[in-house]
């Protein structure tokens, strides 16, 4: 299991040029074959994070690979590109966010609380 960000951007302009284009990052957490929750859709899943669970969808590493910006926790060197995960995420594109008040910090940390209410179970 691991966890990483994805940058929000607009028509591929970064959001740190448009306040109102939400939040500097959505998180996600990506499960491992096996787990509990693989399968599961993000609105069965019963987490306190921003705005609740937005996403959840079968990925491989590769696909995890060329849309993530950052990892935020484990450790992605064990597996192949082919792997797949069930990744389960939240987005800060809601009506009231923005740079102000879901910064980078913010983002990372939601994602590491995220991370750690699923691995807690």
């Given amino acids: 299991m691991f966890a990483f ?16 284009a939400g939040g500097y990052a959505n ?8 787990h509990k ?3 599961k859709d993000y609105m069965d899943i ?3 994070i921003h705005g609740g669970l937005t996403y959840s969808h079968e990925m ?3 696909d995890i690979d060329e849309l993530a910006n950052k990892l935020v926790v484990g450790n992605v060197e064990k597996f192949k590109l082919t792997d797949k995960f069930w990744v389960i995420g939240f987005d800060t594109r809601h009506m009231s966010d923005n740079l102000e008040t879901c ?10 609380n995220l991370y750690k209410q699923i691995k807690k179970g």
Avoid: F, H
């Fill in 60 to 62: 491989t590493l590769e």
């Fill in 37 to 39: 929750l693989y399968n």
């Fill in 27 to 34: 998180g996600y957490v990506a499960l491992e074959q096996g």
């Fill in 5 to 20: 960000t994805i940058k929000n951007e607009v028509s591929n302009v970064p959001v740190i040029m448009d306040l109102t």
């Fill in 103 to 112: 910064p980078k910090s913010y983002c990372e940390q939601e994602t590491i």
């Fill in 46 to 48: 019963d987490v306190d």
